[in-house]
T-cell receptor
Framework: NAGVTQTPKFQVLKTGQSMTLQCAQDMNHNSMYWYRQDPGMGLRLIYYSASEGTTDKGEVPNGYNVSRLNKREFSLRLESAAPSQTSVYFC??????????FGPGTRLTVT | AQSVTQLDSQVPVFEEAPVELRCNYSSSVSVYLFWYVQYPNQGLQLLLKYLSGSTLVKGINGFEAEFNKSQTSFHLRKPSVHISDTAEYFCATLSGGSNYKLTFGKGTLLTVNP
């Protein structure tokens, strides 16, 4: 039981490049989330998916797109990376209101 | 929308001293509150939660928090900290609706010194 897994762990991009961050959970959770963490800002919600086939914007969606590929997988895509997207990205999942389970994070640097 | 405010960005303490990390929430009819911990270079994990019932909530690693409705607070406490408690601590609340979205505070970095 791996919980929530994320790939890659680290990535360096040049401005304008694109990439997809992958997330998968093996807990049969309906809801999945993408957050970014910046120093002094806490975690901010980028996008979430309440169930397979649905996605909604969070607090900071600009510059990102998401795909809920199936119940297990929720990917985050940066179409044209900008230095302001340098951050640590966390994926999470939940089955109830009680708890969200977080992945280990992806550290992204955009130069 | 619900929100939380963590009043201290950094809290340095000595080992075996007591600690309190402060969190205030915006008032609402029903409140679900959480404390998450993030150890260096790791993801977040749930420390404790308040959903209803007893206002004193006990969590993992000897931490506890008290829900205080009159002061709209949910402060985290530990009577005696260890070096291994060094981490960033986040207070969070459900954003409302049925999608279990969390709104996080900005975090408090607890540094335990020998």
């Amino acid at each position: 039981n791996a919980g929530v897994t994320q790939t890659p762990k680290f990535q360096v991009l040049k401005t304008g490049q694109s990439m997809t961050l992958q997330c998968a959970q093996d807990m049969n959770h309906n809801s999945m989330y993408w957050y970014r963490q910046d120093p002094g800002m806490g975690l901010r919600l980028i996008y979430y998916s309440a169930s397979e086939g649905t996605t909604d914007k969070g607090e900071v969606p600009n510059g990102y797109n998401v795909s809920r590929l199936n119940k297990r997988e929720f990917s985050l895509r940066l179409e044209s990376a900008a230095p302001s997207q340098t951050s640590v990205y966390f994926c999470a999942s939940s089955g109830t209101a009680d708890e969200q389970y977080f992945g280990p994070g992806t550290r992204l640097t955009v130069t | 929308a619900q929100s939380v405010t963590q009043l201290d960005s950094q809290v340095p303490v000595f080992e075996e001293a007591p600690v309190e990390l402060r969190c205030n929430y915006s008032s609402s009819v029903s409140v679900y509150l959480f404390w998450y911990v993030q150890y260096p270079n790791q993801g977040l994990q749930l420390l404790l939660k308040y959903l209803s019932g007893s206002t004193l909530v006990k969590g993992i690693n000897g931490f506890e928090a008290e829900f205080n409705k009159s002061q709209t607070s949910f402060h985290l406490r530990k009577p005696s900290v260890h070096i291994s408690d060094t981490a960033e601590y986040f207070c969070a609340t459900l954003s409302g609706g049925s999608n279990y979205k969390l709104t996080f505070g900005k975090g408090t970095l607890l540094t335990v010194n020998p």
